[in-house]
């Protein structure tokens, strides 16, 4: 059990700040760029950058610049790195509480069709420009997590004529998933409407904002590994390694009540 007069641990000090906490939040939900962060915060931005620093030294938030407008940068919460430090925090106040369950399966809850509630089930839809690897694989994977009890669709803004190879042999070796079969299509041609529209590509989202009228945006700034060179397989790997733990952390999030979730992200 910790002393009276240890200090409180790392996470405990960064995050207790009020604006801190505000800026963590409001990137819970997806990547947010600087002037996105200010309005939230209702903060100056030389306010908000200087306490960004300080979360991106503490290792709980990172940044990456746009691949569309390199003028600018998207933030992202490091979730993992947060349960990690949560799971210390815990343990620094007594042994007992070094507890971090992982993010449940979709199909485990009860408060999807099937449970005891029976409302239906979440609708979200993945967007990149081509179609043809990043929201494919996202799609994949949140149809592989949640069981099939999410109606995971995606779509491009400009789609290819048809999927990366390299896309369709990295679910196949690494998750068993096979997309062979599956075609790219255009974001127009959807006529359903989504719980949640999550984008994939910064120039998806920095050229066609708001993406009509669904409930719920949100944006994982993810590179294109088609844009890797050589164009190997590592490239797709890590970005589908990538996209399966936040597929994985969104999980819990699609099992809340829609009433209980409403966003909080400016649209661009």
């Known amino acids: 059990m910790a002393s009276p007069s240890q200090a409180a641990p790392a996470f405990v000090r960064l995050a207790a700040h009020p604006l801190r906490w505000r800026l963590l939040t ?3 939900d997806g990547d947010l760029r600087v002037r996105e962060l200010t309005d939230l915060a209702a903060a100056p931005q030389n306010l908000v950058s200087y306490h960004l620093r300080l979360l991106r030294d503490g290792g709980l938030v990172t940044a990456a610049r746009s691949s569309h407008d390199g003028r600018d940068s998207y933030y992202r919460l490091d979730l993992d790195r947060c349960a990690h430090a949560l799971a210390g925090t815990g343990a620094a106040l007594h042994p007992a509480l070094r507890c971090a369950p992982a993010p449940p399966r979709l199909s485990e809850d009860p408060r999807l069709p099937g449970g005891p509630e029976g409302r239906a089930a979440p609708a979200v839809l993945f967007v990149c420009t081509g179609n043809s690897a990043r929201s494919p694989i996202a799609e994949a994977l949140l149809r592989h997590h949640s069981g099939g009890r999410v109606a995971a669709a995606s779509a491009g803004t400009r789609p290819k004529p048809e999927m990366h190879p390299r896309a369709v042999q990295v679910l196949r070796e690494r998750y068993g998933i096979d997309i ?17 529209v999550i984008t994939l590509c910064d120039k998806a989202r920095e050229a066609r904002p708001g993406l009509g009228d669904h409930a719920r945006h949100a944006h994982w700034s993810t590179p294109d590994p088609a844009a890797a060179v050589p164009d190997g397989l590592a490239a797709f790997g890590q970005v ?4 399966d733990t936040r597929v994985r952390h969104l999980l819990p999030l699609l099992a809340q ?9 400016a649209h661009p």
């Open 180 to 196: 062979s079969g599956q075609r790219p299509r255009p974001l127009d041609a959807l006529r359903r409407r989504f719980d949640r």
């Open 257 to 265: 009540n829609p009433q209980a979730a409403q966003t909080t992200e």
């Open 26 to 28: 409001a990137l819970a």
């Open 240 to 243: 589908a390694a990538d996209l």
